[in-house]
Nanobody, 126 residues
Framework: QLQLVESGGGLVQAGGSLRLSCVAS????????MAWFRQTPGKEREFVAV????????YYGDSVKGRFTISRDNAKNTVYLQLNSLKPEDTAVYYC???????????????????WGQGTQVTVSP
């Protein structure tokens, strides 16, 4: 059973940066597609970014393209999300997700992922 623990969230001013981390345990990390989603109260969980097993392929949600970067370090069982040029509308709980197959056309669907972390809050002030 893969377990995911996110960290790195916090309060930042608009235009600032944060780096989120998600550490995985309980599985062979490089056999999992890893992704980030985010959610605000009253809204559905939104796809942010996904990365394939060895990082060759990455895909992003339209609202974060050019500002966020997903990466992974398989030696550390960790996936990262670098958040740059943050906007107040980026405020959300950010979740790490995983699935034990390589990246697929369903990567943007939360239901495709089998494992989830508990989330980390990101708050961007104007």
């Amino acid at each position: 059973q893969l377990q995911l623990v996110e960290s790195g969230g916090g309060l930042v001013q608009a235009g600032g940066s944060l780096r989120l981390s998600c550490v995985a345990s309980g599985g062979i990390f490089n056999s999992y597609t890893m992704a980030w989603f985010r959610q605000t109260p009253g809204k559905e969980r939104e796809f942010v970014a996904v990365i394939s097993w060895y990082g060759k392929n990455t895909y992003y949600g339209d609202s974060v393209k050019g500002r966020f970067t997903i990466s992974r370090d398989n030696a550390k069982n960790t996936v990262y999300l670098q958040l740059n040029s943050l906007k107040p509308e980026d405020t959300a709980v950010y979740y790490c997700a995983a699935r034990k197959t390589n990246v697929h056309t369903n990567y943007g669907e939360q239901g495709w992922y089998a494992y989830w972390g508990q989330g980390t809050q990101v708050t961007v002030s104007p």
